[in-house]
């Protein structure tokens, strides 16, 4: 069965720290690729997407995200944290022509300190 | 002001009870989808409909029962055979109908917290 994994359930960072969250799924068709963040008391809410093209995508808020196809992977990044970023972070994957259901990894708590 | 809205907030259940979960969208959207939030686990899939009058079972969908008589809605019950219904429900929908093309993104509602007592 495909599924998602987020090998990181915890992460504290400092502001202005680098942040890399690793995301690995398990289907080796075309896939679709996204990032959902939930901010404490807030919607689930997309970051960025993959669906084809530029390996690299840019979402909002200074996030990106780099798809290695040879890897199965999808990380998402952000060069410096803000202490407003603290949010849990779930990476998706949905298998392309299929009925539009996506698979949720685990998800990543991340805490910012200031 | 387009989004989803579920009701309620909160919701305390007693065991043996069936209780339902509202979720309307005005996003004018064909496919509308039940998810379960529980700690450490993600969200993981109950039901979805992608059109009116249709659902399929998700991965987890024992417990649970579903209808989508109108495109703007799609209730979730609760039925007294899931053994675990403490949870975090979320339900999403996107413009997409049909398999294939472009795939649109999920917008999601705020959710419910349902707590059996």
């Known amino acids: 069965a495909q599924s998602v994994s987020q090998h990181n359930h915890h992460v504290i960072l400092s502001e202005a720290a680098s942040l890399e969250l690793g995301c690995n799924y398990s289907?080796?068709?075309?896939?679709?690729l996204f990032w959902y963040v939930q901010y404490p008391g807030q919607h689930l809410q997309l970051l960025l997407k993959?669906?084809?093209?530029?390996?690299l995508v840019k979402g909002i808020k200074g996030f990106e995200a780099e798809f290695i196809k040879s890897k199965f992977s999808f990380n998402l990044r952000k060069p410096s944290v803000q202490w407003s970023d603290t949010a849990e972070y779930f990476c998706?994957?949905?298998?392309?022509?299929?009925?539009?259901?996506?698979?949720f990894g685990s998800g990543t708590r991340l805490l910012v300190r200031p | 002001d387009g989004g989803i809205t579920q009701s309620p907030k909160y919701l305390f259940r007693k065991e043996g009870q069936n209780v339902t979960l509202s979720c309307e969208q005005n996003?004018?959207?064909?496919?509308m989808y039940w998810y379960r939030q529980d700690p450490g686990q993600g969200l993981r899939l109950i039901y979805y409909?992608?059109?009116?009058?249709?659902?399929q079972k998700g991965d987890i969908a024992e417990g649970y029962s579903v209808s989508r008589e109108k495109k703007e809605s799609f209730p979730l019950t609760v039925t007294s055979a899931q053994k675990n219904p403490t949870a975090f429900y979320l339900c999403?929908?996107?413009?997409?109908?049909?398999?294939?093309?472009?795939?649109?993104?999920?917008?999601f509602g705020p959710g419910t917290r349902l707590t059996v007592l």
């Open positions: 289907y080796g068709g075309t896939v679709n």
């Open positions: 993959y669906f084809s093209g530029d390996p």
């Open positions: 996003l004018n959207h064909d496919a």
């Open positions: 998706a994957v949905n298998r392309a022509g299929s009925s539009y259901k996506l698979i």
């Open positions: 409909s992608q059109i009116v009058n249709d659902f």
């Open positions: 999403s929908s996107t413009k997409a109908g049909t398999s294939g093309g472009t795939y649109n993104e999920q917008f």
